[in-house]
């Protein structure tokens, strides 16, 4: 949830930020209207119940005779109080969900516009030049035995597979690498829980526009997790943490899950969009102040994972419009894939700001010992997809695949080559 503060001093701001996601801007007029009415009604039962209190002391020293019209007066009062607490919380009410409704205020500098709008702030790298014919991820994987997407839909359905001899070697490995280079920057590792209560979903935001992708255990009333963003977020829920001496890192790996709604016909081959794969996603907690540094420091941890798989890559500064609506900025790092001759995303890092530390209610203490809302960040370090990069740029003209320097003690080789 946005700062209802900032709101009230910076609503144009806000209105911009809207029109940038390409998002409804009267919703921050709604949003001003449920303040307003929320804090009217707020004073309207202070109010009474101020009144309700100094008429219970006048009782105490009425006469016999002046109490039973005070007596009388003071239960009219009451039926009073009970209509304007009950006013208080329907204007609680509304002000909360005219607040959820409101996506983070994008910051200063990101690019408006939608998923095509993105600026391009540095390419590493140059694709490689092949003189034979290049094979996609999935029929480099199939030829290996690595990946197995027949056996995967016979089990589980579309968009499920198996990883299979090295393939499973290969994830094991970078999930691997990204822990120990996540431990080494100071990030404690987490395995969380890959089922999480509404409430910790709806906080981390991803029960708005993201709600269609995500898998619903109606029985038990919890969420399967498309990153272990949302459970690392829901860690210190209601807490105040000790910021002291700098952010607060954690680093999760889990498996992550998503239904892909809205997404079929694209990338149906292989695994760059699936249902279940597997992460280590970095997380901070960190004064508000420090999170545009910190912002900075994720994606040179990515961009130091991706040096690590020689593959070329480029960063982007991602539009508003293609923001979730947690984050108010993001950068990709985006690897090339030579089958479709383009770069695709490999790594993601939002600063959230405020948003969902304010709606999980996550403090830290300022210089004053005066509790404030934290900021939360994320990034991807390693994920299943990052295979897709790593067969198609080192595939060799026999159909054998290199295996990244960094990657070699993992998979126990430095070739992957086809089974006979």
Not at 70 to 96: C, F, I, R, Y
């Amino acid at each position: 949830m946005i700062d209802l503060r900032f709101l009230r001093e910076n609503p144009d701001v806000v209105r911009a930020s809207q029109r940038a996601r390409g998002e409804d801007p009267a919703l921050v007029d709604a949003l001003l209207a449920a303040d307003a009415a929320r804090r009217a009604a707020v004073a309207a039962a202070d109010g009474l119940r101020a009144e309700q209190k100094a008429l219970g002391k006048k009782v105490g020293k009425a006469s016999p005779d002046e109490r039973p019209a005070l007596l009388a007066h003071g239960q009219e009062l009451s039926a009073k109080v009970k209509e304007a607490e009950a006013a208080e919380h329907a204007a609680d009410a509304e002000l909360e969900a005219a607040q959820r409704a409101l996506s983070n205020v994008v910051q200063e500098g990101a690019p408006a516009g939608g998923e095509d709008d993105y600026i391009v702030l540095d390419t590493i790298g140059t694709p490689r030049e092949f003189d034979f014919e290049v094979k996609d991820h999935l029929a480099l994987g199939e030829a290996l035995g690595l990946i197995d997407m027949e056996r995967g839909a016979k089990v589980s359905g579309a968009r499920f597979y198996f990883l299979t001899g090295y393939g499973a070697l290969l994830q094991l490995g970078l999930l691997q690498l990204a822990a120990q280079r996540a431990t080494a920057n100071g990030f404690s590792m987490m395995i969380p829980p890959v089922l999480v209560r509404p409430e910790v979903m709806q906080g981390t935001g991803f029960l708005g526009q993201h709600a269609a992708e995500v898998y619903h255990l109606e029985e038990d009333d919890l969420y399967l997790v498309g990153t272990s963003e949302v459970p690392l977020a829901g860690y210190h829920q209601g807490e105040i943490l000790d910021l002291s001496a700098g952010p607060k890192r954690y680093a999760g790996w889990s498996s992550c899950f998503r239904r892909e709604a809205g997404s079929y016909g694209k990338d149906t081959r292989g695994i760059i969009r699936v249902h279940q794969f597997d992460k280590v996603e970095m997380f901070v907690y960190a004064k508000p102040e420090d999170a545009d540094a910190e912002h900075k420091r994720l994606l040179a941890w990515e961009q130091d994972m991706l040096a690590a798989i020689e593959v070329p890559y480029r960063v982007i500064d991602v539009a508003a419009g293609d923001l979730g609506s947690s984050a108010a900025r993001k950068y990709d790092c985006e690897a090339w894939v030579p089958s479709q001759g383009t770069y695709r995303e490999l790594t993601s890092t939002s600063n959230c700001s405020t948003f969902q530390a304010r709606r999980l209610n996550v403090r830290y203490r300022d210089e004053n010992n005066k509790p404030q809302i934290a900021a939360t960040l994320n990034g991807t370090l390693a994920t299943t997809r990052w295979i897709v990069a790593i067969l198609e740029n080192h595939q060799q003209a026999d159909g054998s695949v290199r295996v990244p320097a960094a990657l070699v003690p993992f998979v126990g080789t430095e070739v992957l080559t086809p089974s006979r």
